[in-house]
């Protein structure tokens, strides 16, 4: 049985499914992975939280970075394999759909309550009295106070991110909350952070009224999402994984299909009646 087939078959014979996705669902749309098919990071490591609060010049360096990088994620369009989950999510066929991404291309491409587990690069949250603003707003701010960066260009980064250094991050004006001059953070949960708690708990309990975990482009690595596998299978439910490399959970799973994931969620969309444009 070919991939395309097998994932076909595990689909018609589980009618409600906990989808999971990572960053490997996004790469189509332009939007890069954070780690290559060995699960090792693509150059450099992404910000943690600790280094983030460590002071004001890592967050010279992060807003910089994320000046650079910011619309090639605002520019971003949902992709097929978005779309093939949202008809999934049209036709009754998705128990709950979590996702590890921070995109926002799951609700552009039609999917209702998704479960952002790790929050939305959409928005920027102050640290001290929690107000909130539209991460589109603050990008002018930055164009406005960072001259010098404005015409820099660097290979793009997962999540808004971009791979530059440079002297001028001593110089780059960072952005305070305009209400109390806290710390701005993008509304994302950083390496080192926890979930918050009722995220998990909601995409727990979806659990109980699931047939089958599908996991679609996530090596897994973080336990975030990990601990959906551990707990899918303390339930018994069988776990799939569309994810081109190895993930954390291969020992758990029923189905591994190494593919593309585009091409072969078409296919399966096709497979079971539910092919778009």
């Known amino acids: 049985m070919n991939h395309s087939a097998a994932l076909q078959d595990f689909v018609e014979r589980h009618r409600r499914l906990f989808v999971l996705t990572g960053a490997g669902i996004s790469t189509d749309s332009g939007i890069p992975g954070y780690r290559d098919e060995q699960g090792r990071w693509q150059r450099s490591a992404p910000m943690t939280i600790s280094a983030f609060m460590s002071g004001h010049a890592a967050r010279q360096r992060y807003w910089a970075r994320s ?11 949902p992709n097929v394999s978005h779309r093939v989950v949202a ?10 759909l979590v996702t590890q991404n921070v995109d926002g291309l799951h609700q552009q491409a039609g999917s209702r309550d998704v479960v952002e587990l790790h929050g939305s690069i959409r928005q920027v949250v102050c640290l001290s009295c929690a107000t909130r ?5 603050l990008q002018h701010w930055l164009w406005q106070h960072n001259p010098d960066f404005r015409d820099m260009t660097a290979l793009p980064a997962a999540d808004g991110d971009a791979h530059l250094e440079s002297p001028l991050f001593d110089n780059f004006a960072v952005p305070v909350c305009e209400r109390c001059e806290g710390v701005l953070k993008p509304d994302v949960v950083f390496f080192g952070e926890s979930v918050p708690r009722e995220r998990v708990d909601t995409g727990r309990a979806a659990l109980a009224s699931s047939d089958a975990v599908l996991v679609v482009g996530s090596s897994l690595t973080v336990f975030s999402g990990y601990r959906f596998c551990l707990w899918a299978n303390e339930l018994g439910l069988p776990i799939a994984a569309l994810n081109l490399g190895t993930t954390r959970a291969d020992p758990l799973l029923t189905l591994k299909v190494s593919a593309p994931i585009g091409p072969t969620l078409s296919a399966l969309a096709s497979g ?4 778009g444009d």
């Open 67 to 77: 000046m650079v990088g910011w619309p090639v994620a605002a520019g971003a369009h």
């Open 87 to 96: 008809r999934l999510g049209d036709a009754g066929r998705v128990s709950a």
């Open 133 to 137: 603003y539209p991460r589109a707003e």
């Open 272 to 275: 079971i009646g539910l092919a």
